[in-house]
Structure formats: C-alpha cells, structure tokens
C-alpha cells in the first residue's frame, strides 16, 4: 500500500507592522465614521429637549445654543391649556392603536397559520394579493376612501380610523408571521396530535407561544405606524374631540408662524409613551425579525 503523504499546512506569516498600521488606521476609521453616524441621529433628539426649555424669543434669537436660563414653562402651559386638547389627542391615539393592533395580530396570526400550513386551491392566490397590498400606494386611495366613507356614514367617527389601519397594516403582518410559522417544525402539531390535542388548544397553547417573539415585532411596528400616522386622520376625522396625536400637535402651528419650542414639548410628551414601550421591548424586535428571516 501506498504510504499517504503528510499534509502541508500552510503557515501564517505575522503582520508587518505597516500591515499592523494599517489595521489600526482603519479601525480608528471605521469607529470615527461609526460615533458620528450614531451623534446625527441622537443629537436632533437632545437638541429637541433642551429646545423645549426656551421660551420663543430665545429660541429664535439662538436656535442651536442651550438654555441659559431653561424653564418648563412650555410643558405648564401645554398640560394647563384644555384648547389644546393633547390629552384627549393621547387618548384617542391609545385607543385606535391598542384596537387596531389587537385586530391586526388576530388577522395576522390566524390567516398566517392557514397559508403556512394549510394547503387548499387558493391558498397561494390568496397569499400573493394579500402581498399586492403591499405595493398599493396608501395615499393614492385617500380621495376614494374618503367618499367611501362620507356617503356611508363611516366618517368622523371614533372607530373610523380602524378600518385603513388593519387593511393597510395587515400585508407586512401577514408576510412576517406567514414566513415564522413555515420555519416551525410540524412534527410539533403531530406530537400534539398524537396525545389527543384538538387544532384549536394546538394552535393557542403550542403555536402562539412559539410565535410570541414574531408577534411582538408586529405589534410594535405596526403601534408606531398607527400612532403616527397623519393623512387618514386629516381627512377622516373633522371632530376636535375625536382628533389623533399628529392632528393635535398639527394646532401649535398658524399661517405665518410657529411656536418651536412649544411643538418640541408636545412632540416630546406625546412620543414619551412609545419611546418607553420601544426601549422595553427592544429585545423582542430584534430577536423577531432575524428569527423570521432566518426561518422564513
């Protein structure tokens, strides 16, 4: 028999110290380019705090300066003012996200299972115009749902704003739990199965825990996207009472003027909440979108 040769392993030669050099020069780079991305995106967010603690007239003499002397004095006049209705505003947003976002994560997890595991004749023509929503420009729709909305009685209502968001919300939703339960293994509904576990108790106590992380994920984009949003409230609500949180901060602003810092504190009060759910459940994000990717 033939003797087998001895495997060569190549050996790694040090770095030079220009190579060194050059490492080190580039971390140093990368880093700089890296810190200064990180402050364009943080400082907007400082410079807006400490904004909010001038007064107009300093603000406008010294936009980018800090306070000599800060004063909460926006923040007294924006809590005490009842014209300005923001807390009702808050309210309203609360209310039509929370709905809005219980209403989607149903859709989306029960229609999601079905196309993900279900097979029937139209289960990929379904599949696919859920996603043509997608592509569907929102704000091109704005003048025929308005008439829509008008002739039926629908506008100006406090459950009016429900019905664009879970219908323009429900596509990416659909798209993110659809890909997640594919990557679950069936041979756990098999197992379940197998012990005498109906469909219904299978996909509440099994499945939906196991979606948890990809259902978090849509619930927080789809509170941020519904909190925010502008153009359906403009043109579907005309009520004060029942106006959203963008509709709300919208009054700060007159024909030829604006009160800066005024607006800074208002935007700072009404983000406050969604800031502190983002930050609490930032893991969660996260951990959703790389498992959906990953698995979808």
Not at 165 to 170: D, G, H, I, K, T
Request: glycine share 6%; aromatic share 12%.
């Amino acid at each position: 028999m033939a003797k087998e040769q001895p495997k060569i392993q190549a050996v790694k030669r040090p770095d030079t110290a220009s190579q060194k050099v050059g490492k080190g020069l580039l971390g140093i780079v990368v880093n700089f380019i890296l810190m200064a991305f990180s402050l364009s995106c943080i400082f907007p967010l400082v410079w807006m705090l400490y904004s909010s603690l001038k007064v107009k007239r300093v603000f406008n003499a010294d936009i980018i300066g800090l306070p000599k002397n800060p004063t909460i004095e926006n923040y007294v006049k924006i809590l005490s003012n009842k014209d300005y209705h923001l807390g009702a505003s808050m309210w309203n947003s609360a209310r039509t996200t929370i709905l809005s976002v219980a209403l989607i994560l149903l859709f989306a997890f029960i229609v999601g299972y079905i196309l993900a595991r279900i097979p029937f004749k139209l289960n990929r023509p379904l599949y696919v115009m859920f996603l043509m929503g997608m592509l569907i420009p929102i704000h091109s729709l704005l003048v025929p749902i308005y008439i829509i909305f008008s002739r039926t009685g629908l506008s100006n209502q406090w459950f009016t704003l429900l019905f664009p968001y879970v219908a323009f919300n429900l596509p990416i939703s659909l798209f993110l739990v659809e890909g997640y339960v594919k990557g679950v293994p069936t041979a756990i509904e098999e197992a379940a199965a197998i012990d005498g576990s109906s469909f219904t108790r299978t996909l509440i106590t099994i499945i939906l825990p196991i979606c948890k992380p990809i259902l978090i994920t849509v619930a927080i984009i789809n509170v941020f996207g519904c909190w925010n949003e502008f153009s359906f409230a403009l043109v579907l609500i005309k009520s004060s009472a029942l106006q959203t949180v963008p509709l709300a901060l919208k009054q700060f602003t007159g024909q030829f003027n604006a009160d800066y810092p005024k607006i800074m504190a208002a935007m700072l009060l009404t983000m406050s909440p969604i800031v502190v759910l983002y930050f609490s459940f930032s893991k969660y994000i996260i951990k959703g979108m790389v498992a959906g990717a990953v698995k979808g």
